[in-house]
Each structure stands twice: as C-alpha cells, then as structure tokens.
C-alpha cells in the first residue's frame, strides 16, 4: 500500500513539469531592410506604410511613435527589442533604437549572439549663422 501510495505521489509530482507553456509573439517584427529605409524628413503616413502602424502612440507624446516586439518562446523570452520614431512638425527627426533582426528571415525566433543593425544616427545640427 505504501509502495503505491508512493508511486501516485512520484506520478502527480512528475506531471507538474509538463505543463505545456505557449509561445507568445507581441508587437511589431519590423525587419532591418524596412528599418533603414526610414530617413529624415519622411512623413508620418510614409513611415506608417513601410513599418506599419507602431504599437503605441501616445496622447502626451504625439510626436514620438514607439515600435516593441516580444517573442516568448516556452515561457522563456527568445527576443525582445524596441524602437521610436521621433517628428517634427509631422517628418521624421531622428530614429532611436533598432529593428528585429530574426523578421528578415522570415521567422521570429531568438537569435542569441545576432548583432542588432546599427540605429539611424540623428540629423547633425545646423551650422550656426554667421555673424554679419
């Protein structure tokens, strides 16, 4: 009976470890070649057309549009990034952060030890005016 009651336990307890965990994709998987098509200057429909429509947009922060991406793979994050897109007068000014790498291949899988594309460096300032 102990023999038994001890097997019923190991069963119950062994049962615990497989839980079936789903795999969860959220946001935007923008791929590199989209994101370094975004340049300075572009309008907010131009923007939305080549990456989408982001994710957030935020009422306080109107000329800023956040892109994420979240992939969790068996309840384990595989990949997880995030960009902003930044206006100025409804163009583009500068573009922070950077794209999923693993969206160019068509899949969206964690890629550990992938570098990310280098971000869109920010417009240089404009030269100061001369004094006269």
């Given at each position: 009976m102990r023999l038994l009651?001890?097997?019923?336990?190991?069963a119950l307890l062994a049962g615990c470890s497989l839980v079936h965990r789903i795999d969860i994709q959220?946001?935007?998987?923008?791929?590199?070649?989209s994101f370094l098509k975004v340049k300075t200057g572009m309008t907010r429909p131009e923007v939305r057309q080549l990456l989408g429509t982001p994710l957030l947009t935020d009422v306080f922060h109107a000329n800023r549009w956040d892109y994420f991406f979240r992939n969790e793979r068996g309840g384990k994050l595989a990949e997880e990034n995030r960009f902003s897109v930044y206006f100025v007068d409804d163009k583009v000014a500068r573009v922070e952060g950077?794209?999923?790498p693993s969206a160019s291949r068509g899949q969206v899988v964690g890629m550990p030890g992938q570098p990310a594309p280098a971000p869109i460096p920010a417009p240089a300032p404009a030269p100061a005016p001369s004094p006269k």
């Open positions: 009651a001890t097997l019923a336990l190991a959220q946001g935007n998987a923008v791929p590199p070649e950077s794209p999923t």
